[in-house]
């Protein structure tokens, strides 16, 4: 069974930087495609970042050049780093994957809070 454990969400000011991090508990991880999602408040959950298992990565328009995403497939963990942090990035964030048959899997969320 996919278990994916987010960890590094808080508060922070704007300006200021964040890294989140996503443990997974799946056998064959490198195959996996990984990936960031958001959701504000009465706002739907949209993507932040995907990595593929051959490690092209894809952002959304709003998080471009602030935001990097990176995996480390020998500790099976995926990381999202956040800079330059605005209050509209305030959010729960979710770490996904998505194995080579398109089963889709899902962490609990992390929030992450930007405010002075």
């Known amino acids: 069974q996919v278990q994916l454990l987010e960890s590094g969400g808080g508060l922070v000011q704007p300006g200021g930087s964040l890294r989140l991090s996503c443990a997974a508990s799946?056998?064959?991880?490198?195959?996996?495609?990984m990936g960031w999602y958001r959701q504000a408040p009465g706002k739907q959950r949209e993507l932040v970042a995907v990595?593929?298992?051959?490690?092209?990565?894809n952002y959304a328009d709003n998080i471009k050049g602030r935001f990097t995403i990176y995996r480390d497939n020998a500790k099976k963990s995926v990381y999202l780093q956040m800079n330059s942090l605005k209050p509209e990035d305030t959010a729960v964030y979710y770490c996904?994957?998505?194995?080579?048959?398109?089963?889709?899997?899902w962490g609990q969320g992390t929030q992450v809070t930007v405010s002075s």
């Open positions: 799946i056998s064959i991880f490198s195959r996996y495609a």
């Open positions: 996904h994957a998505r194995s080579v048959l398109s089963n889709n899997y």
């Open positions: 990595i593929t298992s051959s490690g092209s990565t």
